[in-house]
Nanobody, 119 residues
């Protein structure tokens, strides 16, 4: 069973930075490097929002307009890991952050890590 574990969430002041990590396991019959990895977030009282996506090798990334230029997604396939570097954080970035991938018709999610941006 594929499983993701996110970490790195914290309380940070506006303008600060955080780096979130996502470690995957359970790729028994396939390989982490075969899948795009997504980062999502869900703020209080809001729906889940796609933050960005990274391709198999990490050569291609896409971002939501709301985070473009501030957030960077990377991955280390040797460690079955993906990362979300968040800079110039704003109060509106406050949310639970999740990593995700789709294998066939199934979406796999982690439990999330909480980011709170507040002075």
């Amino acid at each position: 069973q594929v499983k993701f574990v996110e970490s790195g969430g914290d309380v940070v002041q506006p303008g600060g930075s955080l780096r979130l990590s996502c470690v995957a396991s359970g790729f028994t019959f396939t390989n982490f490097r075969n899948y795009y990895i997504n980062w999502y977030r869900q703020g209080p009282g809001k729906g889940r929002e796609l933050v960005g996506t990274i391709s198999y090798t990490g050569q291609s990334t896409t971002y939501a307009n709301s985070v473009k230029g501030r957030f960077t997604i990377s991955r280390d396939n040797a460690k079955n890991s993906a990362y979300l570097q968040m800079n110039s954080l704003k109060p509106e970035d406050t949310a639970m952050y999740f990593c995700n991938c789709r294998i066939g018709r199934t979406d796999y999610w982690g439990q999330g890590t909480q980011v709170t941006v507040s002075s």
